[in-house]
T-cell receptor, first 113, second 114 residues
Framework: GESVGLHLPTLSVQEGDNSIINCAYS??????FIWYKQESGKGPQFIID?????DKRQGQRVTVLLNKTVKHLSLQIAATQPGDSAVYFC????????????FGGGTRLMVKP | DADVTQTPRNRITKTGKRIMLECSQT?????MYWYRQDPGLGLRLIYY???????NKGEISDGYSVSRQAQAKFSLSLESAIPNQTALYFC?????????????FGSGTRLTVV
C-alpha cells in the first residue's frame, strides 16, 4: 500500500549545526504534508506544514522543502539546539473528506553538546 | 490541565484481560482519534469519531473497540488483550478548519501485555 516513510532512523548532530531530516512519500495524490516533533513522554506536536502547490516554507529556525518530482520532503533545523532532541515524524493528508493523517516511521534527532 | 488527557499513563495487564484506555479533551472539538505507536513505526490509526454518533474503523481496528460517551470523551477497549498489543497509545482531537495545525495529542498511554 502507499505509505509515508523516512530514510534515517537516527540522526546525530553537533549543537549549533544545521539538521536535515528526510522523508519519502509514495502517494502522488497527497496534497498536504506536515512535520511533527515528539519529545520523550509526550504526544506529537505540530512543527510546520506545506501544501503541494509550494516547494518551500519557512518557520522559526525550521524550513520544509517539498520535491514533488521525486516525492521527497525534508525538514531543516537551523542552529540545532539540545531542546531539538526528539523524534520527528512526517505525515501526509490522505482524505479530502477530513484532515486524516498518515504518519511516517520517525527519525530520532540527537544533539551533541 | 492538559487539553487532551489520557488515563492511565502506564498499564501492565495480562493476556486475555479486558482493558479500557480513557481519553478526555477540553478543546471542544467534535473529532477524536485513537492511534497506536510501535518502535520504528509511525502512528497508526485504530478508530476515529467525527462526532458523538459517528464511529469509524481505522487502519488497525481488529482486536479493539471504542466508545464515544460524549463530545469530550472517547475510550478505547481491548476486549481480550494479547502481547502484540503492547504499544504506546495516543488519543487526539482535531479542528478540521485548521488542518494538521488543529490536531492536539495526549501524552500517551504505555500499555504492556504480559
Amino acid at each position: 500500500g502507499e505509505s509515508v516513510g523516512l530514510h534515517l532512523p537516527t540522526l546525530s548532530v553537533q549543537e549549533g549545526d544545521n539538521s536535515i531530516i528526510n522523508c519519502a512519500y509514495s502517494n502522488s495524490a497527497s496534497d498536504y504534508f506536515i512535520w511533527y516533533k515528539q519529545e520523550s513522554g509526550k504526544g506529537p506536536q505540530f512543527i510546520i506544514d506545506i501544501r503541494s502547490n509550494m516547494d518551500k516554507r519557512q518557520g522559526q529556525r525550521v524550513t520544509v522543502l517539498l520535491n514533488k518530482t521525486v516525492k521527497h520532503l525534508s525538514l531543516q533545523i537551523a542552529a540545532t539546539q539540545p531542546g531539538d532532541s526528539a523524534v520527528y515524524f512526517c505525515a501526509e493528508n490522505t482524505n479530502n473528506a477530513g484532515n486524516m493523517l498518515t504518519f511516517g516511521g520517525g527519525t530520532r534527532l540527537m544533539v551533541k553538546p | 490541565d492538559a487539553d487532551v488527557t489520557q488515563t492511565p499513563r502506564n498499564r501492565i495487564t495480562k493476556t486475555g484481560k479486558r482493558i479500557m484506555l480513557e481519553c478526555s479533551q477540553t478543546k471542544g472539538h467534535d473529532r477524536m482519534y485513537w492511534y497506536r505507536q510501535d518502535p520504528g513505526l509511525g502512528l497508526r490509526l485504530i478508530y476515529y469519531s467525527f462526532d458523538v454518533k459517528d464511529i469509524n474503523k481505522g487502519e488497525i481496528s481488529d482486536g479493539y473497540s471504542v466508545s464515544r460517551q460524549a463530545q469530550a470523551k472517547f475510550s478505547l477497549s481491548l476486549e481480550s488483550a494479547i502481547p502484540n498489543q503492547t504499544a504506546l497509545y495516543f488519543c487526539a482531537t482535531s479542528d478540521p478548519g485548521q488542518g494538521a495545525r488543529g490536531y492536539t495529542f495526549g501524552s500517551g498511554t504505555r500499555l504492556t501485555v504480559v
